[in-house]
């Protein structure tokens, strides 16, 4: 399957994984790099603060750039937005040796954080609204599998990779390859050849001379596409108890793994794991679209049936919370990718970005809640709740698309 994505017809496939995956470096490296002078240079935690609800806020806004993905020939705007990036890792580069006042440095590295991650917010859906136009709907599935287990085994490895650059290279040199990382992944997205029919057309049916009229008339579509918007609502739910279950996994590994970071750190490493196995997997099959929507409704109830025996089996046998947890995952990664071939085969390409960003920010917009009331139920309850709960929660959610789609 590798060797067929490396064949001429394949070229684009194979450039724009390769970008991706360059600005997936290049994102962490930039991320780790600004988290790391906040935290070293004020020592506040009011400060590192701000780079995590700039992230919450983008998120949740994201749909706000929808439009600017659909209205835009889509190679000029990675293009772009990634000349964009190059530019403000140098110009973080040389704030770094700025010795201006403190609140200066804040503002204008907040800035530079926030429009960089405009650009990924940019990049990323883009990706989704170009591989539909790319490959056939038979293929969809084994692509999709192939960018993830990608990402997840970069996640292996990109937070270690940047620890250690920083500590070795100090902050400069790694924002300094965070620049050069950035022009690897512009030269292959220059390299993009993209079919005619992602260029901008000049059809009613998805186009207004309105960006906010484009904005509704994209929610509109999302809206009449009923089984994609009943999916997403309850999905929405689901991760309130995700946020909530985030926040109480360090205090749930301490009390049944170790009481070091190791126990946390090896959830998430098999959590990670699971992903890139789940992603492996879920190439070997391919659906149509009726036995998608019954794929995602079994991976999400395994996922939390597995998540319900975590929680349970804590207090008998500790060990087995790591093969639970891969499990999990696991079977969350496969209904992922096959909620994203769903969206993909449900839409026309020319809407697709407003669709992958409304998405994005109704699933996401419940995280920060669900990471509030987290430190409240650990606080109350203990963090078994807070595991149990995201398990039933995904249980709950399969037996009501279960429903839905059955009738």
Not at 40 to 51: E, G
Not at 109 to 131: D, F, H, Q, R, W
Not at 309 to 321: C, T
Request: hydrophobic share 50%; net charge positive; proline share 3%.
């Amino acid at each position: 399957m590798s060797k067929n994505l490396i064949q001429k017809e394949n070229l684009n496939i194979r450039n724009l994984l390769i970008g991706r995956v360059a600005t997936n470096i290049a994102d962490s490296l930039f991320y780790m790099t600004i988290l790391w002078f906040f935290k070293t240079k004020f020592h506040s935690p009011i400060v590192l603060s701000l780079i995590f609800i700039a992230d919450s806020t983008i998120d949740m806004l994201a749909f706000l750039f929808g439009p600017l993905i659909d209205r835009t020939y889509i190679k000029k705007l990675l293009n772009v937005t990634t000349i964009g990036q190059i530019v403000l890792s140098i110009i973080a580069t040389i704030l770094f040796f700025t010795k201006s006042h403190h609140s200066l440095i804040v503002i204008f590295l907040l800035a530079i954080y926030v429009l960089s991650t405009i650009g990924s917010t940019l990049i990323y859906p883009a990706e989704e609204k170009i591989l539909p136009a790319l490959v056939t709907k038979d293929r969809l599935s084994k692509v999709n599998g192939i960018f993830q287990m990608t990402y997840q085994t970069l996640d292996l490895f990109l937070d270690a990779l940047a620890t250690l650059l920083i500590t070795y290279l100090s902050l400069n040199g790694t924002m300094i390859i965070s620049a050069f990382t950035f022009s690897i992944a512009l030269t292959f997205y220059v390299k993009l050849l993209l079919p005619k029919k992602l260029l901008i057309p000049k059809n009613k049916d998805f186009f207004t001379n309105n960006y906010w009229q484009d904005l509704m008339k994209g929610w509109n579509i999302l809206k009449n596409e009923g089984k994609i918007l009943i999916l997403i609502i309850p999905f929405a739910v689901t991760n309130l108890f995700y946020g909530i279950a985030s926040v109480g996994l360090p205090y749930f590994a301490s009390k049944y793994l170790t009481n070091s970071a190791i126990g946390y750190g090896g959830l998430e490493l098999t959590s990670s794991i699971g992903g890139l196995l789940g992603s492996l997997l879920v190439q070997q099959f391919s659906f149509g679209k009726k036995k998608l929507e019954k794929w995602v409704t079994i991976c999400l109830f395994f996922s939390g049936i597995s998540v319900i025996l975590e929680a349970i089996i804590a207090n008998f046998v500790p060990f087995l919370l790591i093969i639970f947890a891969l499990s999990s995952a696991l079977w969350i990664s496969m209904m992922n990718i096959n909620f994203e071939v769903l969206v993909q085969e449900s839409f026309n390409p020319h809407i697709l970005g407003r669709i992958e960003t409304i998405n994005s920010s109704i699933i996401n917009c419940m995280i920060p809640i669900g990471s509030f009331l987290g430190g409240i139920i650990v606080q109350n309850l203990g963090s078994n709740w807070t595991i149990a709960l995201e398990g039933i929660a995904e249980v709950i959610t399969s037996i009501f698309y279960f429903f839905i789609f059955n009738r």
